[in-house]
């Protein structure tokens, strides 16, 4: 239907619709009645007239409106190829969806609101502007991100009650929110990445409404908010685009099956859908910026790529709207083209997520070694060296998890710090787990600090995942609520023979079908008042304060950062400017000297986990075991 429609101005053109296959459904079993444009505008429905256009290419005779009971034949649109299209009364709530050929009804592919769940009809939605963004909320450089699933940040699990919580995250300092996806799935939980409408919220998270509330209150409190938005796949279940037109291609194969088709006949339109989406989440609901899940899944073989497509639209946008607005890549790639600038051949996006940082810290905390950190856990410490002074670690390395050399080496004098995102925790990190166990569950109080300091004071745009700033303890398991039974049944066991083949027992993998299974992985935040994790909640705040506070923790100068480390003993020095984080994993107590002529007096100590002295003389700080600080060469 008409995109202004929704928003603001009813009787404005606009955007298009596309759907396809599925489960079937009539309004109540009612056969619907068959009406010209005419009647349906003339019997007094409440609502301005709105443009309803539909691109259904797979049409081979007639395409209807299904609009609240009425049938409405819809017109072929004059050169637009397969686009067809009607005008009809309708107003915010009304219920409405496509009849292709007699078949059956199916929901918007553009819809914004799928009430009855992405089976069900589309729901006409009305909102009026979205209030202004924080006038100085700042890009990658100065940011602090915290990702958020909706479903388990409460026990409610809605955009409502997580908008009551984003005070205590304004007094930590997070400068911006990264919602997990919000797409409507089947059921009411679940992680989000199997959405099948790209357009809408999912409703029992309070559908958009609620996305506007919960913006308006984020940018009330100097916050920004990044949505994660998934264009490589749609689920497998309630996806209704195949009837519509050529949304896949069988020329391309993902983990997923067929691939989006971004680069084959048609592909045209479905960039355009794809586009649509995300910048209707950036103009529409007002939010500042994207999350592109799994950049590397998207098979994409055409001149201009669709991320190089995507990038120039929303900088272009963000010129426009005059603010900000952050395109923030996962990509498995290990390749600075991600993020380089398109005029120097590069994709355009302005950050992106570095699991190379992860991994080196994981196995340097942990002592793991099995699957991808395997090749970072033969000297963690120095992997950790290189990803924090180069980007990453693969690049161009032999690969044993891959079986084979992978990534590309970081121009680190032309590549800023800010187009890495830099991280302890994250979903996938502690959802892919069997057990879904955080840091938390396996180290020290101490070992959580030393994670902090170098996540926070590090050259990368830190990032935090939800609870990780108290160390909760509660797991964050992989959790589904998959309504086809075949689909379920089929999670369920595929889940478990992924652990088996690791050595574990069916009975240690959590049921994702098991109700029990979300609700252990929702947040008890009467933690945040008891030791340790009072305590860890303040050092957390008090290394976002510094970051803040020392330009050099935000110089975009990764050929400046320097790391000092002994692998045997495990102590780590890295110098940011005139700072100095040291950080002590072993058990023991360290002697550390610190570079830069810091003699007694010549440095001072900023923030530190236990009780730290200046260093001596000789510029040797003494570190307890499982300790970290920060420290200022004067």
């Not at 006409?124 to 700042?138: D, F, G, S």
């Not at 395997?374 to 950790?384: E, I, Q, R, V």
């Not at 689909?487 to 023979?497: M, S, T």
């Not at 320097?562 to 100095?580: C, I, N, S």
């Amino acid at each position: 239907m008409g995109e202004a429609a929704l928003f603001q101005a009813p009787d404005s053109p606009g955007w298009a619709a596309a759907l396809s296959p599925g489960t079937r459904w009539r309004r109540k079993g009612r056969t619907p009645r068959t009406a010209s444009p005419a009647d349906r505008t003339a019997d007094g429905t409440k609502g301005p007239p709105v443009r309803f256009e539909v691109w259904a290419p797979y049409a081979r005779e007639r395409v209807a409106l299904w609009l609240e009971g009425t049938e409405l034949p819809m017109e072929r649109l004059a050169g637009r190829d397969g686009w067809w299209g009607v005008r009809a009364r309708a107003g915010d709530g009304d219920r409405y969806g496509f009849v292709l050929d007699g078949g059956p009804v199916l929901p918007d592919p553009r819809s914004r609101r799928q009430p009855e769940g992405p089976d069900g009809p589309s729901a006409v939605v009305v909102l009026a502007a979205p209030a202004p963004a924080p006038a100085a909320l700042p890009g990658p450089a100065g940011a602090v991100l915290y990702e958020l699933h909706i479903g388990t940040f409460t026990a409610a699990g809605t955009l409502d009650a997580a908008a009551r919580h984003l005070g205590e995250l304004a007094a930590l300092g997070i400068t911006h929110v990264e919602l997990m996806p919000l797409c409507p799935f089947p059921g009411r939980h679940g992680w989000g990445y199997d959405g099948v409408a790209p357009w809408a919220v999912h409703e029992p998270y309070g559908g958009p409404a609620a996305l506007r509330r919960f913006t308006d209150t984020a940018h009330g409190l100097g916050l920004g908010v990044v949505l994660d938005v998934v264009h490589n796949h749609l689920g497998p279940s309630g996806n209704h685009l195949p009837a519509f037109g050529p949304y896949f291609t069988e020329a391309h194969r993902t983990p997923w099956g067929a691939a989006v088709n971004l680069d084959g006949p048609g592909s045209d339109e479905v960039r355009a859908y794809l586009l649509g989406s995300a910048l209707a989440w950036l103009r529409d609901h007002g939010l500042d910026g994207l999350r592109l899940d799994a950049v590397h899944a998207l098979a994409d073989g055409r001149a201009l790529t669709f991320l190089e497509e995507l990038s120039g639209a929303v900088d272009a946008l963000a010129a426009e709207l005059g603010r900000p607005l952050l395109l923030i890549a996962e990509s498995d790639r290990c390749d600075p083209r991600t993020t380089a600038p398109r005029r120097s051949g590069g994709l355009g996006l302005h950050t992106q997520w570095n699991d190379d940082f992860h991994h080196g810290l994981h196995t340097a905390l942990t002592g793991e070694a099995q699957g991808y950190y395997a090749d970072f856990a033969k000297a963690p410490l120095a992997a950790l060296a290189k990803t924090v002074t180069r980007g990453f670690f693969h690049d161009g390395t032999y690969s044993s998890f891959r079986g084979r050399t992978h990534g590309r080496p970081v121009d680190v004098a032309t590549t800023p710090a800010h187009r890495f995102v830099g991280f302890a925790q994250n979903h996938d990190q502690i959802g892919n787990r069997a057990a879904g166990d955080r840091l938390a569950a396996s180290l020290s109080p101490g070992l959580l600090a030393c994670a902090a300091a170098l996540v926070l004071t590090g050259p990368f745009t830190p990032m935090l995942f939800m609870g990780e700033e108290w160390g909760a303890r509660t797991p964050w398991q992989y959790f589904t609520d998959h309504t086809d039974p075949a689909l379920a049944a089929a999670v369920r066991e595929g889940r478990r023979r992924e652990f088996a083949a690791q050595g574990r027992p069916a009975e240690e993998v959590p049921d994702p079908q098991d109700p029990a299974t979300r609700d252990r992985s929702c947040l008890d935040r009467s933690e945040r008042e008891r030791e340790p994790h009072a305590r860890l909640l303040a050092w957390h705040r008090e290394l976002i304060a510094l970051r803040r506070a020392w330009p050099d923790l935000t110089d975009p100068d990764l050929g400046a950062v320097r790391v000092a480390y002994d692998e045997d003993t495990r102590r780590l020095v890295v110098r940011r400017g005139a700072l100095r984080i040291a950080v002590n994993p072993a058990p023991e107590p360290a002697a550390l000297r610190l570079d830069g002529g810091a003699g007694g007096g010549r440095a001072r100590v900023l923030a530190a986990w236990e009780p730290v002295g200046p260093p001596d003389a000789a510029g040797v700080l003494r570190l307890p075991g499982e300790c970290c600080a920060v420290l200022a060469v004067e």
